[in-house]
């Protein structure tokens, strides 16, 4: 029987998407293909996902007329894998590989492939991620809601256009890291007040999730919430007006600008 959905590079990315699509029931396990080049891989994934077909090529994989493809290969091998997709009969393709162009990877097939290409984030590997995905020239919207399904399972998707995956390159992808960098900070801070790095540690990542979930559940923005911990003349206000004088918020738009700006060149 052909698989429903193949995913080319079924590592760190393509096997998170994996274990989302199983547990939201998206596929049975015996629709599923996972492709990996080392035998060290094929068998960790074997033993991770009873049942899903796990292969070394996707020349030995059953496709069918509806069977679709995640490429999740690192950028380096993708066009070559394209074209083997291309050659085998894909039709369509969910790209989450960062930099590469529908255009390019488009290129790679003998004929009209629809290909939509994303840029997820890491909480995706524990199904908490967020993906802006765009679809290239020969999708519909069938094709976006195929991929929206996918992407859905590890997360939230937001559709954008195809012009504005730098800006969410420059945003999102990267926006673990700046929030690491900020949490990494403060328990540093809070160490330097006299808390033991234990403490601190908990107090900072409690008070990030916890912050991060009222933001999500209440619906509230995010200028409100903080009004509402800022009391006039207090302790916070005191805190935010030196994160002002030290221009902690022209610094995030400088970052976005640059990591969108190094999105641009690398995608050249
Ligand atoms: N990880 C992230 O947080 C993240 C975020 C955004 C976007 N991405 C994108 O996701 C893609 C994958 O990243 P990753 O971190 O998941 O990489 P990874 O863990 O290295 O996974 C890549 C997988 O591709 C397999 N592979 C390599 N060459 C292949 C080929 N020619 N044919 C079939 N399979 C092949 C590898 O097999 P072996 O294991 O056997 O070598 C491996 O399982 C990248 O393009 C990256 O830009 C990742």
């Not at 066009?79 to 369509?92: C, F, K, Y």
């Not at 524990?126 to 929206?148: C, F, K, R, Y």
């Not at 006299?194 to 409690?206: F, K």
Request: charged share 20%.
């Amino acid at each position: 029987m052909a698989c429903k959905l193949v995913i080319i590079g079924a590592g760190r990315m393509g096997s998170a998407l994996a274990e989302g699509l199983l547990r939201a029931k998206w596929c049975e396990p015996g629709e599923l293909a996972l492709i990996a080049r080392s035998v060290e891989t094929r068998s960790a994934l074997e033993s991770r996902f009873p049942g899903v077909g796990v292969f070394a090529s996707l020349e030995v994989v059953e496709i069918g007329e509806q069977t679709g493809a995640v490429l999740a290969v690192k950028p380096d091998q993708a066009e070559g894998v394209s074209r083997l997709a291309g050659a085998v009969g894909i039709t369509r393709v969910l790209s989450v590989v960062a930099g590469l162009s529908s255009a390019r990877i488009e290129g790679c097939f003998p004929g009209p492939v629809a290909v939509i290409r994303s840029m997820p984030n890491t909480p995706v590997l524990i199904g908490q991620g967020v993906t802006a995905m765009a679809g290239g020239a020969h999708v519909t919207s069938d094709d976006l809601d195929w991929a929206e399904s996918i992407l859905g399972a590890v997360g939230t998707a937001v559709r954008v256009t195809e012009r504005n995956i730098d800006a969410v390159t420059g945003l999102s992808g990267p926006m673990p890291a700046y929030l690491y960098l900020v949490v990494e900070a403060l328990i540093e801070a809070g160490v330097h007040q006299g808390l033991s790095r234990d403490v601190s540690r908990t107090l900072v990542v409690d008070s990030f999730a916890g912050s991060g979930a009222l933001l999500k559940e209440s619906g509230e923005s995010p200028e409100v919430l903080r009004a509402q911990v800022t009391s006039p003349g207090g302790t916070t206000a005191a805190g935010l007006r030196v994160l002002e004088q030290h221009a902690v918020r022209a610094a995030f738009l400088d970052a976005v600008a640059a990591a969108a700006e190094r999105s641009r060149q690398l995608g050249r």
